[in-house]
């Protein structure tokens, strides 16, 4: 990231940096995903929230994500044809259903985990190593709460 003088960061190269380095590492990982399990990192990603977080609703997706709930409720839809989730009613909402990983989903999510936990650490390898590797870590992880508790970014519709 360069700086415009000692001490001032350049946001928006900082920003142009951040959102390049995700599309990237999305992408190499979506194509070592599609390969070995025939899944997309949208869909691993989902998987593994579900798996984390049983019984959850589309509405949750939706805000783990900052996503729509049409697009969350897209997503599961996908995700129940291939017999990986399935719905079952809200017994405190009956507007709501909850939505939980199959066995073949919980196996599915499983495997691709350590695909992409190997793929990622193979992307990262070297750039992220010993004390700055942990920094950034941190600085990502202190944004993303602000972000979260502040609310930004939520989609409008």
């Known amino acids: ?38 899944i997309v990192t949208s869909q691993y990603e989902a998987l593994r929230f579900l798996r984390d977080r049983p019984a959850a609703r589309v509405a949750d997706v939706a805000a783990e994500f900052a996503i729509g709930i049409g697009a ?53 390898a070297g750039a992220l190593d010993g004390e700055a590797g942990a920094t950034v870590a941190r600085v990502m992880a202190d944004l993303r709460a602000a972000l979260e508790r502040d609310q930004v970014g939520l989609p409008t519709g």
């Open 72 to 124: 969350s409720s897209k997503i599961i839809d996908r995700l129940e044809r291939r017999g990986w989730v399935a719905r079952r009613p809200n017994p405190a909402d009956r507007r709501s259903s909850l939505v939980e990983l199959t066995g073949d989903g919980a196996r599915l999510a499983d495997a691709a985990e350590a695909t992409f936990t190997e793929g990622l650490a193979e992307l990262l």
């Open 1 to 38: 990231m360069a700086s415009k003088s000692k001490g001032a960061a350049d946001l928006p190269g900082f920003f142009s940096d951040l959102v390049r380095c995700e599309t990237r590492l999305y992408n190499a990982l979506n194509d070592r995903l599609r390969d070995r399990h025939g």
